[in-house]
């Protein structure tokens, strides 16, 4: 569904050694509060040293705590030299006050080693968010919280707070802000979670400085990786059915498996693991040495595979040599000889945040993700920048909406969350786009750039933010609230007969209404508008590129055998079509509103579907609206059977007779009524 080329011009490092993101970073330092919105693989962990030494060094604080979500994310922490790049200082760990080099070992021992620290002279700790909760109730209860006041606390993937009430870290960081003594640097690429709840509270969020680096400006800088192609593809039966089209054992891949529980996994994890390397080959044994398995390819080719699924004792010799092979025996990443060793990694709740296997190629996930977090932190496992790695790939593997797969109705939620998906990953893989109101003699070029990286395109009627409030949503939060957008979008997106106005004016405005409560009508409506630009400007470039296209096509086949004059071809890159199709003269918050980007792209994926299963979603759609009874459609069948008898067709949802549409709707609620009973049945 996307696919965008990127690399225009490569990355360099200031005389400090930072890239650019690190030195935006580094140059917020005396923020008490910092806000990193970097995606996978931009160097956020170094950027937290630089800020981390500058603090301790410069600012007055005597103690960094580093704070990660899982214990393999902590080697990105650990002592790195510095100073051969320019900088003043060595970012320096103790391991006895890295709690993450090991898995090993009770909770309770690591949150002794926390108290330990923090009455020790020792500068840096790095640990878990569950040692950091734990340990900080038993320093605060015993001294009070006042002990972190000269504390530099950094959260890595922030997302995993929330501003809940039943989220202890988000409690825990709330009282340090609220406190306002200790410094706090939140790091994050994906500021969203998979549920409702926002990350901060607006008042506490408004505290923070952020420094935002987005995935256009890390692709854009990268030596190697030139181009990202985002694909959803079907299945039909179980996922094994549906591998060979998507899985190619010549790429570096990582294939992550259904969740237990979910739809799409049709067997013990172990045989699905097993099947999925009976399609690659003959398993020929393990690596005692790796715990690898060795499958020959019919080409003779023997691929190597990391199973990371088999959670028993052998899972640590696994992991162990893919540390080593990320990593190298002395803590630096052995570019040389990882290449040629594992192939193949397989997994099912690891290998997500963090993972830093740069010569992973291709993530292929299988099933749908309801979280877009954890779709933008799989995608991550890819982008890392590598020699010989011109192209990365996305592929969510789903099953096809059809009765086999449980309720339609579900199917067609999935499809949705699939969709959401893609749209999310076009928007965060784009440039940062700003719109303007543009006058009628506006003499501005239709698509400019501001000289800091921001793409300006003119819009007529468009409101511009009335407030400095507003002005910071649309300028510092359009990636989260578009995440919002495309998270909570409702079905009526989805319905052939609902007007694209009923997308993008009432379903946005309901969303912007939830996430910002205290805002006026005229900053509503404003933010509401630049979102809706935002949600819908690649759509409007991708059709007038397609249209031109077509129409370039139409005239070069009518051309002269003799006419050496070729179509242009359809622009690669999200900026090349935004600027040769957009027109800054043409555009306005009418036509913006006129586009339903939801439909759009389920029209694509329904390309792939047959008449039938189109009929099965078009079914449920008209299921999951109608406010239907039972007895009501029970009662309309006999007159169903006997309208199709007489007209030959069932009744149309989209009929001028009143009657027709209900006993439509009538029936598009006995057959999910029908399959739902099937599926209970069959359990």
């Known amino acids: 569904m996307v696919d965008i080329t990127f690399g225009r011009s490569k990355a360099s490092t200031n005389a400090l050694g930072q890239r650019e993101m690190q030195a935006r970073a580094y140059d917020a330092r005396a923020a008490q509060f910092l806000l990193l919105k970097a995606p996978p693989a931009a160097g956020k962990s170094r950027a937290l040293m630089f800020v981390a030494l500058d603090k301790m060094r410069h600012q007055g604080l005597a103690k960094t705590i580093v704070c990660v979500p899982e214990t393999s994310i902590g080697g990105s922490f650990r002592s790195t030299d510095l100073t051969s790049y320019g900088f003043w200082a060595d970012w320096q760990v103790d391991d006895r006050w890295n709690l993450c080099l090991t898995s090993d070992g009770a909770e309770a021992q690591k949150v002794k080693a926390f108290e330990a620290f923090m009455a020790s002279d020792a500068p840096v700790l790095v640990c878990t968010h569950a040692t950091f909760r734990f340990g900080f109730d038993k320093v605060a209860l015993e001294k009070g919280i006042e002990a972190f006041d000269s504390c530099f606390i950094a959260i890595d993937e922030f997302h995993h707070v929330s501003a809940s009430d039943n989220n202890r870290l988000g409690v825990i960081l709330r009282s340090l802000i609220t406190r306002a003594e200790c410094h706090i640097m939140a790091m994050t690429g994906s500021y969203f979670r998979g549920d409702s709840d926002p990350v901060l509270r607006t008042e506490d969020e408004d505290r923070f400085t952020k420094v935002t680096y987005s995935y256009y400006e890390q692709l854009e800088g990268y030596e190697h990786l030139k181009a990202l192609g985002i694909n ?3 299945y039909r039966g179980n996922y094994t059915n549906g591998l060979p089209g998507v899985l190619n054992p010549d790429q570096k891949t990582i294939i992550h498996i259904p969740h237990r529980g979910s739809a799409e996994a049709f067997d013990d994890k172990f045989n699905e693991v097993g099947r999925i390397m009976d399609m690659i080959g003959t398993h020929k044994g393990r690596d005692p040495a790796t715990g690898f398995d060795l499958v020959e390819r019919p080409n003779g080719r023997v691929v190597q595979v990391a199973d990371l699924v088999d959670d028993g004792p052998g899972r640590d010799i696994v992991k162990a040599a893919l540390s080593r092979e990320i990593r190298g025996p002395d803590g630096k990443r052995d570019d040389t000889a990882d290449r040629a060793r594992v192939d193949i990694i397989i997994a099912l709740g690891m290998a997500k945040e963090g993972f830093d296997w740069v010569w992973c190629e291709h993530a292929l996930t299988i099933g749908y993700r309801s979280s877009l977090t954890e779709i933008v932190q799989i995608i991550g496992r890819a982008t890392r920048d590598a020699p010989g790695k011109p192209r990365a790939l996305f592929t969510n593997l789903v099953a096809e909406p059809g009765v086999e797969t449980g309720a339609v109705a579900d199917a067609v939620n999935d499809m949705l969350k699939a969709i959401s998906g893609s749209l999310l990953m076009e928007q965060v893989l784009a440039p940062n786009f700003k719109f303007y109101r543009c006058e009628d003699r506006d003499v501005r070029a239709p698509v400019e750039t501001d000289g800091q990286g921001n793409v300006m395109i003119g819009i007529k009627g468009l409101i511009e933010p009335p407030t400095n409030r507003a002005r910071d949503i649309c300028e510092q939060d359009m990636q989260d609230l578009l995440a919002s957008a495309y998270q909570e979008m409702d079905r009526r997106v989805l319905m052939t007969d609902t007007a694209p106005e009923v997308a993008t004016q009432m379903v946005l405005t309901d969303i912007v209404e939830r996430r910002y409560e205290s805002l006026e009508p005229e900053e509503r409506e404003s933010v509401r508008q630049h979102l ?56 306005d918050m009418e036509l913006i509103d006129s586009v339903n980007t939801f439909q759009e792209r389920l029209e694509v994926a329904s390309k792939s579907l047959d008449s039938a299963l189109l009929s099965q979603v078009q079914s449920a759609m008209v299921a999951l609206r109608v406010n239907m009874s039972g007895d009501e459609a029970r009662t309309l069948w006999p007159r169903i059977k006997a309208f199709r008898a007489q007209m030959g067709r069932e009744p149309n949802v989209h009929a001028a007779d009143p009657l027709e549409r209900r006993m439509a709707e009538a029936l598009a609620w006995l057959k999910t009524e029908k399959a739902r009973r099937m599926r209970e049945s069959a359990i």
Do not use: C, S, W
């Open 532 to 587: 809706a630009a935002h949600m819908n400007i690649l759509t409007l470039a991708r059709k007038e590129a397609e249209k031109g296209f077509a129409e370039a096509q139409e005239t070069f086949t009518g051309a002269k055998p003799d006419d050496n004059d070729t179509p242009d071809a359809m622009p690669n890159t999200l900026m090349e079509m935004v600027k040769k199709f957009i027109n800054v003269r043409e555009i």
């Open 232 to 234: 959803y593809a079907f």
